[in-house]
Protein backbone atom coordinates (compact mmCIF):
# COMPACT_ATOMS: atom_id res chain seq x y z
CA UNK A 1 0.00 0.00 0.00
CA UNK A 2 2.37 2.77 0.80
CA UNK A 3 4.59 1.22 -2.23
CA UNK A 4 1.59 1.85 -3.97
CA UNK A 5 1.32 5.60 -2.45
CA UNK A 6 5.18 6.51 -2.88
CA UNK A 7 5.05 5.65 -6.84
CA UNK A 8 2.50 7.91 -6.99
CA UNK A 9 4.37 10.18 -5.87
CA UNK A 10 7.53 9.93 -7.93
CA UNK A 11 5.64 10.08 -11.47
CA UNK A 12 4.05 13.03 -10.01
CA UNK A 13 7.53 14.41 -9.00
CA UNK A 14 9.02 13.34 -12.65
CA UNK A 15 5.49 14.73 -14.27
CA UNK A 16 6.65 17.96 -12.28
CA UNK A 17 10.24 17.94 -13.86
CA UNK A 18 8.71 17.22 -17.30
CA UNK A 19 6.91 20.13 -16.77
CA UNK A 20 10.31 22.28 -16.17
CA UNK A 21 11.72 20.86 -19.44
CA UNK A 22 8.58 22.25 -21.34
CA UNK A 23 8.72 25.70 -19.44
CA UNK A 24 11.74 25.78 -20.61
CA UNK A 25 11.35 25.37 -23.97
CA UNK A 26 7.57 26.90 -24.65
CA UNK A 27 8.35 30.43 -22.50
CA UNK A 28 9.12 33.01 -24.83
CA UNK A 29 12.30 34.56 -22.79
CA UNK A 30 14.74 34.16 -20.50
CA UNK A 31 13.05 35.27 -17.15
CA UNK A 32 9.75 33.27 -17.56
CA UNK A 33 11.81 30.45 -18.52
CA UNK A 34 13.84 30.81 -14.74
CA UNK A 35 10.40 30.62 -13.07
CA UNK A 36 9.88 27.40 -14.53
CA UNK A 37 13.56 26.07 -14.42
CA UNK A 38 13.49 27.36 -10.44
CA UNK A 39 9.63 26.27 -8.84
CA UNK A 40 8.76 23.12 -10.80
CA UNK A 41 12.12 21.92 -11.26
CA UNK A 42 12.71 22.46 -7.55
CA UNK A 43 9.58 20.98 -6.37
CA UNK A 44 9.84 17.81 -8.40
CA UNK A 45 13.35 17.20 -7.55
CA UNK A 46 12.71 17.87 -3.63
CA UNK A 47 9.63 15.47 -3.81
CA UNK A 48 11.41 12.98 -5.20
CA UNK A 49 13.84 12.61 -2.67
CA UNK A 50 11.36 12.96 0.52
CA UNK A 51 9.83 9.76 -1.25
CA UNK A 52 13.64 7.93 -1.07
CA UNK A 53 13.63 9.08 1.99
CA UNK A 54 10.76 7.86 3.32
CA UNK A 55 11.02 4.79 0.91
CA UNK A 56 14.53 3.35 2.15
CA UNK A 57 12.98 4.25 6.17
CA UNK A 58 16.49 4.50 7.87
CA UNK A 59 17.83 7.47 9.10
CA UNK A 60 21.06 7.79 7.00
CA UNK A 61 19.83 7.69 3.84
CA UNK A 62 16.89 9.43 5.05
CA UNK A 63 19.01 12.18 6.49
CA UNK A 64 20.93 12.62 3.15
CA UNK A 65 17.88 12.88 1.27
CA UNK A 66 16.21 15.42 3.32
CA UNK A 67 19.79 17.51 3.38
CA UNK A 68 19.30 17.44 -0.63
CA UNK A 69 16.08 19.17 -0.32
CA UNK A 70 17.30 21.79 1.90
CA UNK A 71 20.45 22.43 -0.58
CA UNK A 72 18.28 22.39 -3.62
CA UNK A 73 15.88 24.92 -1.74
CA UNK A 74 18.63 27.26 -0.80
CA UNK A 75 20.58 26.82 -4.53
CA UNK A 76 17.81 26.74 -6.69
CA UNK A 77 16.22 30.89 -6.04
CA UNK A 78 19.98 31.85 -6.24
CA UNK A 79 21.00 30.43 -9.27
CA UNK A 80 17.48 31.58 -10.81
CA UNK A 81 18.53 35.31 -9.82
CA UNK A 82 21.80 35.62 -10.47
CA UNK A 83 20.87 33.96 -14.58
CA UNK A 84 18.36 37.13 -14.64
CA UNK A 85 20.46 38.96 -13.15
CA UNK A 86 23.30 37.88 -15.32
CA UNK A 87 20.88 38.43 -18.63
CA UNK A 88 19.49 41.91 -17.58
CA UNK A 89 22.80 43.22 -16.72
CA UNK A 90 24.12 42.01 -20.30
CA UNK A 91 21.10 43.56 -21.84
CA UNK A 92 18.67 40.62 -23.27
CA UNK A 93 15.86 42.27 -23.90
CA UNK A 94 12.85 41.05 -22.02
CA UNK A 95 9.60 39.18 -24.49
CA UNK A 96 7.94 42.06 -26.57
CA UNK A 97 4.34 40.93 -24.46
CA UNK A 98 6.18 42.55 -21.35
CA UNK A 99 3.84 44.87 -19.96
CA UNK A 100 5.86 47.23 -17.49
CA UNK A 101 9.42 47.03 -16.70
CA UNK A 102 10.70 49.09 -13.51
CA UNK A 103 14.28 47.82 -13.99
CA UNK A 104 14.68 49.99 -16.81
CA UNK A 105 17.54 52.68 -16.92
CA UNK A 106 18.24 51.85 -13.04
CA UNK A 107 21.52 49.73 -14.23
CA UNK A 108 24.09 52.46 -13.77
CA UNK A 109 27.08 50.58 -15.85
CA UNK A 110 27.57 47.20 -17.15
CA UNK A 111 29.08 46.07 -13.21
CA UNK A 112 25.62 45.58 -11.93
CA UNK A 113 25.53 48.83 -9.84
CA UNK A 114 21.83 48.96 -9.18
CA UNK A 115 20.11 52.34 -8.15
CA UNK A 116 16.93 52.32 -6.27
CA UNK A 117 13.42 53.52 -6.93
CA UNK A 118 13.64 56.76 -5.68
CA UNK A 119 16.88 58.18 -7.33
CA UNK B 1 17.14 33.38 22.65
CA UNK B 2 20.03 30.58 21.62
CA UNK B 3 21.40 30.62 25.37
CA UNK B 4 17.65 28.40 25.70
CA UNK B 5 17.89 26.35 22.71
CA UNK B 6 21.70 25.67 23.73
CA UNK B 7 20.07 24.48 27.03
CA UNK B 8 17.94 22.58 25.41
CA UNK B 9 20.49 20.72 23.50
CA UNK B 10 22.53 20.07 26.86
CA UNK B 11 19.48 19.11 28.56
CA UNK B 12 19.10 16.31 25.39
CA UNK B 13 22.54 14.73 25.80
CA UNK B 14 22.19 14.87 29.64
CA UNK B 15 19.10 12.60 28.85
CA UNK B 16 21.32 10.50 26.48
CA UNK B 17 23.60 10.21 29.09
CA UNK B 18 21.64 8.56 32.09
CA UNK B 19 19.72 6.64 29.60
CA UNK B 20 23.55 5.01 28.02
CA UNK B 21 22.31 5.58 24.98
CA UNK B 22 23.41 7.95 22.13
CA UNK B 23 21.07 6.73 19.45
CA UNK B 24 19.46 9.79 16.89
CA UNK B 25 16.26 8.72 18.10
CA UNK B 26 17.07 9.17 21.50
CA UNK B 27 18.79 12.60 21.07
CA UNK B 28 15.72 13.80 19.53
CA UNK B 29 13.44 12.28 22.07
CA UNK B 30 15.51 13.86 24.92
CA UNK B 31 14.96 17.06 22.98
CA UNK B 32 11.62 16.56 22.89
CA UNK B 33 11.69 16.17 26.58
CA UNK B 34 13.90 18.27 27.49
CA UNK B 35 11.52 21.22 25.54
CA UNK B 36 8.46 20.33 27.43
CA UNK B 37 10.48 20.76 30.71
CA UNK B 38 11.63 24.07 29.40
CA UNK B 39 7.82 24.79 28.79
CA UNK B 40 6.99 23.76 32.01
CA UNK B 41 9.04 26.48 33.57
CA UNK B 42 7.89 29.34 30.87
CA UNK B 43 6.47 31.53 33.97
CA UNK B 44 9.21 31.68 36.34
CA UNK B 45 12.18 31.42 34.18
CA UNK B 46 10.97 33.48 30.93
CA UNK B 47 11.21 30.46 28.23
CA UNK B 48 8.10 31.24 26.65
CA UNK B 49 9.83 33.94 23.95
CA UNK B 50 11.66 31.12 22.59
CA UNK B 51 8.67 28.60 22.36
CA UNK B 52 6.88 31.69 20.47
CA UNK B 53 9.30 32.55 18.35
CA UNK B 54 9.37 28.63 17.29
CA UNK B 55 5.91 28.41 16.48
CA UNK B 56 6.30 31.72 14.51
CA UNK B 57 9.23 29.89 12.90
CA UNK B 58 7.52 26.68 12.20
CA UNK B 59 4.43 28.99 10.61
CA UNK B 60 6.82 30.37 8.33
CA UNK B 61 8.24 27.09 6.79
CA UNK B 62 4.42 25.94 6.38
CA UNK B 63 3.42 28.80 4.90
CA UNK B 64 6.40 28.80 2.82
CA UNK B 65 5.18 24.99 1.73
CA UNK B 66 2.07 26.13 0.87
CA UNK B 67 3.22 29.04 -1.15
CA UNK B 68 5.19 26.63 -2.83
CA UNK B 69 2.66 24.03 -4.01
CA UNK B 70 0.26 26.48 -5.47
CA UNK B 71 3.26 28.46 -7.14
CA UNK B 72 4.28 24.73 -9.02
CA UNK B 73 0.68 24.37 -10.11
CA UNK B 74 0.35 27.98 -11.54
CA UNK B 75 3.54 27.70 -13.23
CA UNK B 76 2.98 24.13 -14.18
CA UNK B 77 -0.52 25.55 -15.80
CA UNK B 78 1.01 28.54 -17.47
CA UNK B 79 3.25 26.20 -19.26
CA UNK B 80 0.95 23.94 -20.42
CA UNK B 81 -1.96 26.03 -21.48
CA UNK B 82 -2.26 26.67 -25.04
CA UNK B 83 -1.16 30.03 -26.12
CA UNK B 84 0.78 32.84 -24.70
CA UNK B 85 -1.67 35.00 -23.41
CA UNK B 86 0.52 35.92 -19.81
CA UNK B 87 1.71 39.15 -19.38
CA UNK B 88 4.88 38.95 -17.51
CA UNK B 89 6.30 42.85 -15.82
CA UNK B 90 9.21 43.61 -13.67
CA UNK B 91 8.26 45.67 -10.45
CA UNK B 92 10.12 46.78 -7.55
CA UNK B 93 9.47 46.45 -4.24
CA UNK B 94 9.92 48.70 -1.33
CA UNK B 95 12.43 46.53 1.80
CA UNK B 96 10.99 46.97 5.17
CA UNK B 97 13.59 44.31 6.24
CA UNK B 98 16.96 46.09 6.05
CA UNK B 99 19.82 43.30 7.30
CA UNK B 100 21.28 40.98 5.03
CA UNK B 101 20.19 38.06 6.06
CA UNK B 102 16.55 38.82 6.12
CA UNK B 103 16.66 40.33 2.75
CA UNK B 104 18.28 36.82 1.44
CA UNK B 105 15.33 35.10 2.79
CA UNK B 106 12.79 37.38 1.47
CA UNK B 107 14.28 36.94 -2.06
CA UNK B 108 14.77 32.96 -1.84
CA UNK B 109 11.16 32.86 -0.34
CA UNK B 110 9.73 35.40 -3.26
CA UNK B 111 11.86 33.67 -6.09
CA UNK B 112 9.69 29.96 -4.65
CA UNK B 113 6.63 31.15 -4.42
CA UNK B 114 3.63 31.74 -7.19
CA UNK B 115 4.99 33.80 -10.32
CA UNK B 116 7.83 35.77 -9.11
CA UNK B 117 11.09 35.85 -9.33
CA UNK B 118 13.90 38.36 -7.22
CA UNK B 119 16.30 39.98 -10.12
CA UNK B 120 18.26 42.10 -7.48
CA UNK B 121 18.57 44.17 -5.07
CA UNK B 122 19.64 47.84 -5.62
CA UNK B 123 23.00 49.07 -3.82
CA UNK B 124 21.46 50.62 -1.17
CA UNK B 125 19.74 47.65 0.02
CA UNK B 126 16.21 49.46 -0.15
CA UNK B 127 14.22 48.23 -3.46
CA UNK B 128 14.01 44.66 -4.61
CA UNK B 129 13.58 43.98 -8.55
CA UNK B 130 10.82 41.38 -8.82
CA UNK B 131 10.30 39.68 -12.30
CA UNK B 132 6.50 38.41 -12.19
CA UNK B 133 5.52 36.00 -15.03
CA UNK B 134 1.68 37.43 -14.60
CA UNK B 135 0.40 40.09 -12.77
CA UNK B 136 -2.51 42.01 -12.59
CA UNK B 137 -2.55 44.28 -10.04
CA UNK B 138 0.81 45.24 -8.88
CA UNK B 139 -0.32 47.41 -5.62
CA UNK B 140 -1.52 44.09 -4.79
CA UNK B 141 1.12 41.94 -5.50
CA UNK B 142 3.07 44.61 -3.08
CA UNK B 143 0.71 44.06 -0.34
CA UNK B 144 0.71 40.65 -0.53
CA UNK B 145 4.82 40.31 0.11
CA UNK B 146 4.26 43.05 2.71
CA UNK B 147 1.40 41.26 4.73
CA UNK B 148 2.57 37.99 4.26
CA UNK B 149 6.09 36.67 4.17
CA UNK B 150 7.78 39.66 5.31
CA UNK B 151 5.61 40.77 8.14
CA UNK B 152 6.30 36.97 9.31
CA UNK B 153 10.26 36.96 8.94
CA UNK B 154 10.24 40.31 10.81
CA UNK B 155 8.28 38.48 13.54
CA UNK B 156 10.24 35.35 13.76
CA UNK B 157 13.58 36.98 13.32
CA UNK B 158 13.37 40.28 15.47
Not at chain 1, 75 to 100: F, M
Not at chain 2, 114 to 128: A, E, F, Q, Y
Amino acid sequence: MLDIFLGCLLIAAAIFNLIAAIGLLRLPDVYTRMHAASKAGTFGSGLMLVTIAIHAGEINIASRALAGVAFFLLTAPISAHLLARAAYVAGIEPWSGTVRDDLKGHYKDKQGHLSSDDD
Amino acid sequence: MNKIFLINVLLAFTWCAVQGSFTFINLIFGFLISSAALWLIREQFGTSKYFNRTWLIIGLIFLFLKELFLSVVRVAWLVLKPGQSYKPSFISYPLTVDSPHEITLLANLITLTPGTLSVDVSDDNKTLYIHCIDVEDVEALRKDIRDGFERKILEALR
